[in-house]
């Protein structure tokens, strides 16, 4: 099974587990930025990337650093995916800042 097939399954199988009935907090994707990415990386850093990577590369960058220690919940995750890929309000006032 390649690395992309994977990592797309996975999502594929939470959002199925998330339409199960029961509603999932809400995560604040600018709050998970800067709580959970910026330790790492420099703002400026990830604001750069906006609008040029796709959806899967941006699950992708996610998966490889969860690999690399970062702790993050499912629901963080797909959050993250969604506000950095749709260039969400939460990402976009980080970067303004």
Known sequence: MSRHYAGALIFCLGFILSCSGEDMPAVDCGVVLQSRCTGCHDVDRICRKLGRKSR????DTIERMVKHGTELLYEEKITLVDCLDLREEGVLDVCRQ
């Open 56 to 59: 899967q590369r941006w699950v």
